[in-house]
């Protein structure tokens, strides 16, 4: 009873913002649609992105600014439901939000790097950041190098990792965001033990462990097939965390002796039992599968926990993913069933708990 209480309101608020994500028949549409235009008139009629839309002039109709309104409807969606949280669910809200400051750090030193003609075209991000972040995107646009990108992260957690980077030496774009990754999981890894009731602080837990498990698997595989890496270079690519893996099964995946024993060592694991990989070892397509699973199940056994939040953000992201997947079907020229098999949510290979 004190759960329903305490989430009443945002839950009500939810069930509100749910209802105005596309349908399995708006997919439909999208997929028969030949151009950019098309999709975003369509979208021009929803809900959800309709007042963004509406406040475009139509030749600015193409890709890259749609895909801002995309971001700027998600943005929207977590400012409403800051509004209705309450102590406990805004501190869970805010760091959530820590997920969107490292996408923008991640973009910020990709463009430094790649010294690309592309400019920070970050204003639409701005009134956000300014009002849910300590990042001030005003300054990271002046960036011209990775020394003035650090510098002006000096206010916000992210500075220290980075710094320490630059005073190692390191010169690459992928010492940096191992940097950034290796913060934030480690970080997100000890707020999950926070003051949370125990349900949510399993859901977190299972959440965080998989993705990071996950990640962990991705890199080791990538490491050994395309970049025939040794076992202790490997070791420093990693997020020093196991949830469903062992010590021992860590160690062994990490030490295999070439990927096709690899491949024999994952299956043994809970993942491979799991997922069955087979030939082609697609670690990076079952992510987001697996963390779906886990939050669908939470939100089903506990509507009245952060899972309602957390599940409906997810659920969002992977709506504006599928429409960005949409345009750039469009972009290749793809066939409407081509693009549907990409947009229509595959039949859960799982079921039951998420354990």
Same mark, same amino acid.
């Given at each position: ?18 209802? !105005?994500?596309?349908? @399995? ?8 649609? =030949?151009?950019?235009? #098309?999709?975003?008139?369509?979208? !021009? ?77 970050? =204003? ?9 972040? !300590?990042?001030?995107? #005003? ?15 000096? =206010? ?67 490491? !050994? ?14 997020? @020093?965390?196991? $949830? ?48 779906? $699973? ?7 056994? $506990? @509507?009245?926990?952060? +899972? ?17 997947? +949409? ?29």
């Amino acid at each position: 009873m004190r759960d329903v209480m305490r989430y009443s309101g945002i839950v009500t608020k939810v069930a509100a913002m749910r209802a !105005k994500l596309l349908k @399995p028949q708006d997919y439909e549409q999208l997929a028969s649609m =030949n151009t950019v235009t #098309d999709i975003i008139e369509y979208l !021009k009629q929803t809900k959800s992105y309709g007042k963004f839309i509406t406040q475009m002039d139509e030749s600015l109709y193409h890709r890259g600014n749609i895909e801002k309104v995309l971001i700027q409807s998600l943005y929207d969606d977590y400012t409403r439901l800051y509004r209705f949280a309450d102590m406990q669910q805004k501190d869970f809200l805010k760091i959530f939000m820590k997920r969107y400051e490292v996408d923008l750090v991640r973009y910020c030193l990709r463009i430094v790097f790649n010294h690309s003609n592309v400019p920070f075209d970050l =204003n639409y991000k701005k009134p956000f950041f300014d009002k849910y972040s !300590k990042i001030r995107i #005003d300054q990271l646009v002046t960036a011209k190098n990775i020394d003035h990108l650090v510098d002006y992260l000096k =206010n916000t957690e992210y500075y220290a990792p980075l710094s320490r980077i630059r005073q190692s030496g390191a010169s690459t774009l992928a010492d940096y965001e191992l940097a950034l990754d290796l913060y934030y999981f480690s970080m997100m890894w000890k707020k999950r033990k926070g003051n949370w009731d125990k349900k949510d602080k399993e859901m977190l837990t299972k959440e965080l462990g998989a993705k990071i498990d996950l990640l962990n698997l991705q890199w080791i595989y990538r490491a !050994k097939k395309y970049y025939h890496m040794l076992a202790p270079d490997i070791y420093t690519l990693l997020i @020093p965390i196991q $949830h469903k893996l062992s010590n021992q099964e860590f160690k062994d995946l990490v030490e295999a002796p070439s990927v096709e024993e690899f491949k024999r060592r994952l299956n043994e694991t809970y993942y491979g039992k799991k997922y069955e990989f087979g030939e082609q070892v697609e670690i990076e397509s079952i992510v987001n599968e697996c963390v779906e $699973h886990i939050l669908t199940i939470a939100y089903r056994n $506990h @509507p009245y926990s952060l +899972a309602s939040i957390q599940q409906y953000l997810f659920l969002k992201e992977e709506e504006i993913y599928k429409i960005t997947t +949409a345009l750039e079907c469009i972009r290749y020229g793809l066939s409407q069933r081509e693009t549907l098999q990409y947009l229509v949510q595959k039949q859960r290979r799982q079921g039951g708990n998420a354990s």
